[in-house]
T-cell receptor
Framework: DTAVSQTPKYLVTQMGNDKSIKCEQNLGHDTMYWYKQDSKKFLKIMFSYNNKELIINETVPNRFSPKSPDKAHLNLHINSLELGDSAVYFC????????????FGPGTRLLVL | ELKVEQNPLFLSMQEGKNYTIYCNYSTTSDRLYWYRQDPGKSLESLFVLLSNGAVKQEGRLMASLDTKARLSTLHITAAVHDLSATYFCAVDGYGNKLVFGAGTILRVKS
């Protein structure tokens, strides 16, 4: 049973397109996150939702819009894709908030051509 | 702004040797995490350190936290090839917002 799953695993698209990445967790966690890992493997948080409420919104272009339809799902929509958006996007979840281990999904490898 | 520094960034070691990875951070926090990432894979939680003086051990890895020095260490004992991976420390600045170090690429040579 996959704890945190993401779809798609790979995404290759052209500049200017709009794409979405979906994340689901079956751990019963309240908090979910999106991270971006760049080509140098540097990881940075983008967004966090607690029970469908946005609680962390880092300095991210407003072309990125997260949506949480329920506490088990957190999707990421990206408008007008740019070359610099190429990265691996990880979804994660934790039981509540501070002090809880974050469990990461397998990642979505996005390549913008 | 919380900054997290790891060193070394790259570590090549012989099997059977011991070594330590260091994680320094810039502002007060008493929650620190260590993760492992294999090439092309996700992040796997290794340790959660939640108080000053916390020490945790799993197999050949031992992590400790000194909140006064703002320093965590990940000690590797008698390294084996299977430990080859990238190791990240992450510090909780506030609100469970993790700030990650740059990662330490560990290569264990036989």
């Amino acid at each position: 049973d996959t704890a945190v799953s993401q779809t798609p695993k790979y995404l290759v698209t052209q500049m200017g397109n709009d794409k979405s990445i979906k994340c689901e967790q079956n751990l019963g966690h309240d908090t979910m996150y999106w991270y971006k890992q760049d080509s140098k493997k540097f990881l940075k948080i983008m967004f966090s939702y607690n029970n469908k409420e946005l609680i962390i919104n880092e300095t991210v272009p407003n072309r990125f819009s997260p949506k949480s339809p329920d506490k088990a799902h957190l999707n990421l929509h990206i408008n007008s894709l740019e070359l610099g958006d190429s990265a691996v996007y990880f979804c994660a979840s934790s039981l509540t908030g501070a002090g809880e281990t974050q469990y990461f999904g397998p990642g979505t490898r996005l390549l913008v051509l | 702004e919380l900054k997290v520094e790891q060193n070394p960034l790259f570590l090549s070691m012989q099997e059977g040797k011991n070594y330590t990875i260091y994680c320094n951070y810039s502002t007060t926090s008493d929650r620190l995490y260590w993760y492992r990432q294999d090439p092309g894979k996700s992040l796997e939680s290794l340790f959660v350190l939640l108080s000053n003086g916390a020490v945790k051990q799993e197999g050949r890895l031992m992590a400790s936290l000194d909140t006064k020095a703002r320093l965590s260490t990940l000690h590797i004992t008698a390294a084996v090839h299977d430990l080859s991976a990238t190791y990240f420390c992450a510090v909780d600045g506030y609100g469970n917002k993790l700030v990650f170090g740059a990662g330490t690429i560990l290569r264990v040579k036989s």
